[in-house]
C-alpha cells in the first residue's frame, strides 16, 4: 500500500537536508571551540577531548597544568605535625610516618632515583616517629639534601640534619626543646628517666649528623627566658647556621645545585 505522508516534494528534501548540515556544522564548531579553550588545555588535544583531567588539577593543586617533575630527584614532603602511633584530629594537616618511610626505601630501592630532597616545614609532633624517619633518612646510600623552608620546630631539627646537606630559608626558623608530653603521667622516678633516655637519644643524633656542640645545643634546649610559658630556643636562620646545627642558608635553587653536585660525585 502507497503512504501519501511519505510523498515529499524533491526541492522541500533538499532544503531540509541543507538546513540540517549547516545546523550540524554549527554543533561541531562549538564543540571544537569548546575544546579548544585555551585556559583548559593541558597537553595535546586528543588528551583532552575526552578527559576530566585539566579540571581535576585545578580542584587539586590550583593549576591548569601538569607540572611534571623531574625524574631522578625524589621530592619528600615533612609538613604539618609528624603523625605516629596514635592519629591526630582530621582537622590537622599530618605528615604520616607510615606514609614517609616507604616514600624512603622506594628512592633507597629504584635505580633510576638518584637523589633525595627533603621539603621541611614542622612543628614536630611524635618523637619515635619523627626519629625513626631521620634514623632511615640518614641511612640510605643516595645523596640527600634538606631544607627548612618556614619552620623545623621540635623533632623537625632531627630531621633537618639527618640529609648529608642541610639549607635553611633566609626566613626559617627552629626551635629547640626538650622532650615533653601531655595526658596521664605515672609521677615516679622511672618515667624521667624514660624521658631523660629518649632525651639522650635525640641530643646524640642531632650531634652525630650535624657540626653543633653538644654542651651548646643543650644549653639553648634548657633556656628558660626564651620562650614564653615553656622552655628552649627560637634560632632564626642566620643563628642555627652559626651554631653549626645547619649548614647554610638558601632556597630551593641552592638546593637543588647542592644536591646535583652530591649526585655527580657519587658519579664519579
Partial sequence: MENNKLNIPPDIRQE?????????????TQDKNETMNPF?????????????QPIENVKQVGSVTQVEPVKDICFINIIGEIEGHTALPPQSKTTKYEHIIPLVIGAEMDPQIKGVLLLINTMGGDVEAGLAISELVASITKPTVSIVLGGGHSIGTALAVSADYSFIAP?????????????????????????QKMQERITDFIVMNSNVNKEALLEYMYETDEIANDVGTVLNAEEVVNIGLIDEIGGFSKAMEKLRDLIDKIGK
Fill in 16 to 28: 531540509a537536508f541543507k538546513e540540517m548540515k549547516a545546523g550540524g556544522n554549527s554543533i561541531q
Fill in 40 to 52: 583548559v588545555f593541558s597537553g595535546t588535544p586528543s588528551d583532552n577531548e575526552d578527559s576530566g
Fill in 171 to 195: 626566613t626559617g626558623t627552629m626551635t629547640i626543646h626538650p622532650i615533653r608530653t601531655n595526658g596521664l603521667v605515672i609521677g615516679v622516678p622511672q618515667t624521667f628517666r624514660y624521658f
